[in-house]
C-alpha cells in the first residue's frame, strides 16, 4: 500500500479518535497487520546514558535486519562518534557491535534493548539528545513509533525521516504536554531513517558527545594532539640539527666569512735562505680535501707536482705535445700515505719513467690514492671521521628513516589515522638525507686550517718577486706552485714569477704555456680513471 494510503489512514483513525468519547487525543495510528513496525522507547539517564527499548514485529517467516551507523556526519568534515553496549535481544534474534556499526538480526516479535553512549551534546546553551530511532532497516517499515523520557522535562523536538541527509520533518512529532517527546513516521521506506533531536535546559546531564575528524584521507592527514605532538616533536628535532650542526660548522663558517689576511709562510733557515713552510704542513693535496671534504682530481695533479717539486719525480716535455713522468727517487717514509699511493698508481714497481699518452691507455685505480687521502686528514686531526663516509651515513639512515616514514604513513592513513606523524617521520628522513652534505663537520683544528688556507691564497696573490731573495725565487717558486694549483692561482703565480728553467721541470720550450696544458693533460688522464670529483678549482 503506498504512503499516500498510509498518511489518509493515519488521519482518518486522528479524526476518529477526537471525535469519539473515551478515547485520548492524539493516539498514535496502529500498523497495519503483516506489515515490519518498531515502537522506540529511550530514557536518559541522570549519567547522559541512553537506555532504548524497541518493540519490533515482524511477520511470521520472515527475517528482517538493522545495520545502525555509529559514526554520523556533522558538517565541516566532522563525525559524531557513538557507542552501543549491553545490547540484548528477548526473542529470535541477535546483535553485534563493532566500531563504525552496531547490526541487529530478528525474527518476528522480539524485544531489543541497548544503551548508548555519545548521544547528548552542548548546543550553545541548551543540551540536545541525538539518536537515530530507526534507519539501516533492510526493509519497508509501515510505523515507527516513539517516546522519549528525561530528567528534566523536554525544551523542544525536532524529527526528520527519510533517505539520509534529507530535511523532511516526521510524520508527527510533539512534546506531549511538556513531559516528554512523541513522534511517529508512516511508511519508513528501506535504508531511510528516522533522526530525533531533542533539546534539554543546560544542567539537566553532563554532555558526552563525541567529536571526530571524518574518516578517509582528509581525516588520516588531520592535525590531531597525537599528530601535532609528533610535528613538534619533530621541530624540536629539526631546531636541535640546526643547533648542533651551527655548533660543529660554526667555525667553518667564521673561517669563509671573515677577513683573512696573507700567512706567514716564508721563513728563514739556519743559513738565511728564505724557504716556503705550508701552515700546519698541509701538503696540496690535502689543501683541496680540507677545502670542500671531497678528494678531486686536482688534489692529485698538484700532488704529482709537488712530489716532482720535492725531487721524488722529474717531468719532462716530449715530442708530439706529450710528457713524461719519471722516478727521481726511491718512496721513502718521509712521504705520507696517499703521496705514496699516488706514485703506486703512476709507476707501479718495476716502472721508472712512463708517458701521459700511455697512462691515457691504461687503466689506473685511484680508489686507494682516495682512501689514502681521506684516512690522512683524519690522522691529522682535521676531521673526526673520514668525510665520505659520514656522508654515506647520514644519507643512508635519512633514506631508511625516509622509507620508514612512508610505509607508517600509508600504514597509519588506511588504519587509525594520525598519519601526519608517519609523514612527519618521512620529512625528516629526508631533510635528513639532503644534510648529509653538511655533516662531516672538521675539527676545530680543521677550521683553524681552512683560516690559514684563506691566508695561503692570499699570499699566493700579494707575493712578489721583490719579496724574496733572487737565490732562493726557484725554490721559493717551486715549492708555492702546488698549493697555487689546488687553489686555482695558477696563472697568477705563472705570471707573477714567470720562471723558466727549474730544476724539476725539463725540455720547457715556454713554461707559462706548456705547464698549463701538462695540467690540462693530467687532469683529464686522472678524471677517465674515476672515483675521483674532476672539479678544477675549488675556492676557500
Not at 500500500?1 to 493515519?10: D, H, L, P, V
Not at 515490519?36 to 527475517?63: C, H, I, N, Y
Not at 619533530?234 to 660554526?250: D, M
Request: net charge negative; aromatic share 6%; with cysteine.
Amino acid at each position: 500500500m503506498s504512503k499516500n494510503w498510509g498518511a489518509a489512514i493515519f488521519v482518518a483513525v486522528a479524526l476518529t479518535s477526537v471525535t469519539s468519547p473515551g478515547t485520548a487525543a492524539g493516539a498514535l495510528a496502529q500498523p497495519l497487520p503483516g506489515t515490519v513496525s518498531t515502537e522506540v522507547r529511550l530514557k536518559l539517564e541522570r549519567d547522559a546514558r541512553l537506555s532504548v527499548t524497541e518493540t519490533v514485529q515482524v511477520p511470521e517467516g520472515r527475517t528482517v535486519k538493522r545495520t545502525v551507523p555509529l559514526r554520523l556526519a556533522v558538517g565541516n568534515d566532522l563525525e559524531r562518534l557513538y557507542q552501543v553496549t549491553d545490547a540484548k535481544v528477548e526473542g529470535k534474534g541477535s546483535t553485534s557491535t563493532g566500531d563504525d556499526t552496531f547490526t541487529v538480526t530478528l525474527e518476528g516479535t522480539s524485544t531489543l534493548t541497548y544503551t548508548v553512549v555519545g548521544a547528548v551534546a552542548p548546543v550553545g546553551d541548551v543540551l540536545e539528545v541525538r539518536w537515530q530511532v530507526a534507519g539501516g532497516w533492510d526493509t519497508e517499515l509501515d510505523k515507527v513509533a516513539l517516546s522519549f523520557s528525561a530528567p528534566d522535562s523536554p525544551t523542544s523536538v525536532n524529527c526528520l525521516a527519510g533517505p539520509v541527509g534529507s530535511s523532511q520533518p516526521c510524520t508527527s512529532a510533539d512534546l506531549a504536554d511538556g513531559k516528554g517527546v512523541r513522534a511517529q513516521e508512516i511508511k519508513l521506506g528501506a535504508g531511510e531513517r528516522v533522526d530525533v533531536a531533542i533539546g534539554l535546559s543546560a544542567g539537566v546531564v553532563p554532555p558526552n558527545a563525541v567529536v571526530v575528524e571524518q574518516s578517509g584521507l582528509a581525516a588520516a592527514f588531520a592535525l590531531t594532539p597525537v599528530s601535532g605532538a609528533a610535528l613538534g616533536a619533530l621541530l624540536v628535532l629539526l631546531l636541535g640539527g640546526v643547533a648542533l650542526l651551527w655548533y660543529l660548522r660554526g667555525r667553518d663558517a667564521a673561517a669563509l666569512a671573515s677577513e683573512v689576511g696573507a700567512v706567514s709562510v716564508l721563513v728563514r733557515d739556519q743559513d738565511g735562505r728564505v724557504a716556503f713552510a705550508s701552515p700546519d704542513g698541509v701538503l696540496p693535496g690535502q689543501v683541496g680535501t680540507v677545502v670542500d671534504e671531497h678528494v678531486d682530481v686536482v688534489d692529485v695533479t698538484a700532488t704529482v707536482i709537488d712530489l716532482a717539486v720535492r725531487n721524488y719525480l722529474w717531468i719532462t716535455e716530449t715530442e708530439g705535445h706529450d710528457w713524461q713522468i719519471v722516478r727521481r727517487n726511491p718512496v721513502d717514509d718521509s712521504l705520507s700515505g696517499y703521496e705514496k699511493a699516488v706514485c703506486e698508481a703512476l709507476l707501479p714497481q718495476g716502472t721508472d719513467a712512463v708517458s701521459v699518452s700511455e697512462l691515457r691507455g691504461r687503466q689506473i685505480d685511484l680508489a686507494h690514492v682516495r682512501d689514502r687521502l681521506y684516512a690522512d686528514v683524519v690522522e691529522k686531526r682535521w676531521f673526526a671521521r673520514r668525510p665520505d663516509a659520514e656522508r654515506n651515513l647520514f644519507w643512508w639512515a635519512g633514506i631508511a628513516i625516509a622509507v620508514l616514514g612512508v610505509a607508517a604513513t600509508v600504514v597509519l592513513a588506511l588504519t587509525v589515522g594520525n598519519a601526519l606523524f608517519g609523514l612527519a617521520v618521512a620529512v625528516g628522513g629526508v631533510a635528513l638525507a639532503f644534510g648529509a652534505r653538511s655533516m662531516p663537520a672538521r675539527t676545530r683544528r680543521g677550521s683553524e686550517l681552512l683560516e690559514h688556507v684563506r691566508g695561503l691564497r692570499g699570499y699566493l696573490h700579494g707575493v712578489t718577486p721583490a719579496d724574496v731573495p733572487e737565490a732562493d725565487r726557484e725554490l721559493v717558486f717551486s715549492r708555492s706552485l702546488p698549493y697555487a694549483v689546488v687553489l686555482g692561482a695558477t696563472e697568477h703565480w705563472l705570471s707573477t714569477f714567470g720562471q723558466q728553467d727549474l730544476y724539476w721541470y725539463g725540455n720547457a720550450t715556454d713554461f707559462r704555456r706548456g705547464f698549463p696544458a701538462f695540467l690540462g693533460a693530467l687532469d683529464g688522464v686522472l678524471a677517465q680513471a674515476g672515483h675521483l670529483r674532476s672539479l678544477r678549482e675549488p675556492n676557500p
